[in-house]
Every structure is written in structure tokens, then in C-alpha cells.
């Protein structure tokens, strides 16, 4: 059966010849689509000035929601309709692929393998030039006799930590398994700035965070915050309760001589 309605009319008043022309839309679709993969008329929409879209279900397996979409459209004063495309489109329904992720947005960390490449932007926001190339533009080349300059004056690294790459750095941190929300920490005796464990690192960080050096503790090595802890604290005491209790003597002992009373 075929319905016709008009779906939209964003730019004014539609063609009514070109919105009636439904059989010419559905004659232009089966010339590239099998009638069997074609359903009902699903309207109209005004594309603009003489210019309509056809929609038609899709009844072609695994493509349920999906729309063939015919644009016609005709010129000033003349009755023949042309068409301009045939496509098919996802309705409301469709099932589609997701949105394209980009792959460097997918990288998490930890998804490096040996041998494996991460090149950084030449604009990420977390590093910052440690020197200047001037104000001239300069092609590959020359920054290369730059860099060379630079490295030969002891100038250090081209580029170094920015503020928000640095602050980015301590949130997450922060946030992380070396921080103070872990139950490892929150069951803690004691914070991280009082064990003896702690190694101190330079820099704005040093007054939040330091690195674990106690190779019994499950951050052995890594970034803590002041205020994480866990249970190997250098100034961890067992409770009375807790420590070993001496052992009772054997009740039969192997190992030393017995005493014997001599008559
Ligand atoms: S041993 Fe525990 S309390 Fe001490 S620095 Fe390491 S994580 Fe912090």
C-alpha cells in the first residue's frame, strides 16, 4: 500500500507535483534495487525550492529501520521530473555502527606492547617548548639545527611538562590506586608522609605526592599521595593480642638429654 504524507517542510511550501510524483521516485529506486527489498511509500520531505525527498521502508534482511531515500527535483516551468539520488539511510530504528573513535583516542594506558610507537601531537597541550625557535617560521630542517644547537648549549629537553599536563598528572594520580580513596588506604593505620618508606620527589608535586620504596607493599615504586597508606607502614606495631606467643615445652622432648638420679 502506499501512504503519502509530507514528513517535513523546513524551507517553505513543497513542490506538489514533485511530492506527488511518488511512482516516478519508486520507478528511479527498482532500477538499481530489487522490488523484493522495497516496502511502502513512508512520505515526503521538502528539501528546498523544487526539490523533494521520497522515502521508502527497506524490507531487505538485516537492515531493519533502515529507509531508501529518492531526491527529485525538477526545472522552472517544466513538468519532467529528474532524480537527483538514490540512497539508503537509517531511520530512527536502525540498528548502525557506533561513531568512529579515532585510534589515538582509544589507546588506554597500559595497551603498549614492546616495539610499539605513540607519537605525541606537535600541539598537545601537556607539553610546552623548553626553548624557542624564534619568530620565524622555520621548515623541518632548521628546526633540526636548532634542536642540534640546543642539545650542543645544554639546553635539555625540546619540550617539558605543562601546567595542565602537570596538573593533569596529579589528578589522576591522585584518583589512582596511590591514592587516598583505595580501601587499601582507607584501612591504613597510618598516611603516607610518616613512613619511613617514603621517598620524596622535587618539583611542585613534592608537597602532595611521593614514591613507595618498600619492596614488601603493593606500591613498591610507584607514585603515592601524602595521604594514601597501607599496612606495611614502617611504624606499623602488632597489638598485644597479635604478636607470636611463645611456644609451651614439648611434652615429650627428642632432643635434649633427660636427667637421670644417680644412686
Ligand atoms: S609502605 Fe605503605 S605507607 Fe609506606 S610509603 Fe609505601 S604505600 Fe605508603
Same mark, same amino acid.
Given at each position: 500500500m502506499t501512504t503519502l504524507a509530507t514528513?517535513?517542510?523546513?524551507?517553505?511550501?513543497?513542490?506538489?507535483?514533485?511530492?506527488? %510524483?511518488? *511512482?516516478?521516485?519508486?520507478?528511479? /529506486? =527498482?532500477?538499481?534495487?530489487d522490488p523484493a527489498d522495497v516496502g511502502d511509500h513512508l512520505g515526503a520531505t521538502n528539501e528546498g525550492e523544487?526539490?523533494?525527498?521520497?522515502?521508502?521502508?527497506?524490507?531487505?534482511?538485516?537492515?531493519?529501520?533502515?529507509?531508501?531515500?529518492?531526491?527529485i527535483t525538477r526545472a522552472p516551468r517544466q513538468k519532467t521530473v529528474t532524480v537527483d539520488e538514490v540512497v539508503l539511510i537509517p531511520g530512527d530504528d536502525a540498528i548502525v555502527a557506533p561513531a568512529w573513535v579515532p585510534y589515538r583516542d582509544?589507546?588506554? %594506558?597500559? *595497551?603498549?606492547?614492546?616495539?610499539? /610507537? =605513540?607519537p605525541v601531537s606537535d600541539d598537545d597541550p601537556r607539553l610546552v617548548p623548553t626553548y624557542s625557535y624564534g619568530d620565524d617560521p622555520l621548515d623541518s630542517d632548521d628546526r633540526a639545527q636548532v634542536r642540534q644547537v640546543a642539545q650542543d648549549l645544554g639546553?635539555?629537553?625540546?619540550?617539558?611538562?605543562?601546567?595542565?599536563?602537570?596538573?593533569?598528572?596529579?589528578?589522576?594520580w591522585y584518583d589512582g590506586d596511590g591514592g587516598p580513596d583505595t580501601p587499601l588506604a582507607q584501612s591504613a593505620p597510618h598516611h603516607c608522609h610518616t613512613c619511613g618508606f617514603l621517598l620524596r620527589i622535587a618539583g611542585p608535586l613534592s608537597e602532595t605526592f611521593g614514591v613507595c620504596?618498600?619492596?614488601?607493599?603493593?606500591?613498591?615504586?610507584r607514585v603515592?599521595?601524602?595521604?594514601?597508606?597501607?599496612?606495611?607502614?614502617?611504624?606499623?606495631?602488632?597489638?598485644?593480642?597479635?604478636?607470636?606467643?611463645?611456644?609451651?615445652?614439648?611434652v615429650f622432648d627428642t632432643l635434649s638429654t633427660d636427667e637421670f638420679e644417680s644412686f
Open positions: 514528513l517535513t517542510a523546513p524551507r517553505g511550501r513543497a513542490d506538489a507535483a514533485l511530492v506527488a %510524483a511518488v *511512482d516516478v521516485a519508486r520507478a528511479a /529506486l =527498482l532500477e538499481d534495487v523544487r526539490v523533494v525527498t521520497h522515502q521508502f521502508a527497506c524490507t531487505r534482511r538485516g537492515y531493519l529501520g533502515w529507509r531508501w531515500s529518492v531526491t582509544r589507546i588506554q %594506558a597500559g *595497551d603498549l606492547s614492546p616495539g610499539d /610507537l =605513540l639546553l635539555g629537553r625540546v619540550r617539558t611538562l605543562s601546567a595542565e599536563g602537570r596538573d593533569l598528572a596529579a589528578q589522576r620504596a618498600n619492596g614488601d607493599a603493593n606500591d613498591d615504586g603515592v599521595s601524602f595521604d594514601h597508606g597501607c599496612g606495611a607502614h614502617s611504624e606499623v606495631r602488632l597489638a598485644k593480642r597479635h604478636e607470636p606467643q611463645p611456644l609451651p615445652d614439648h
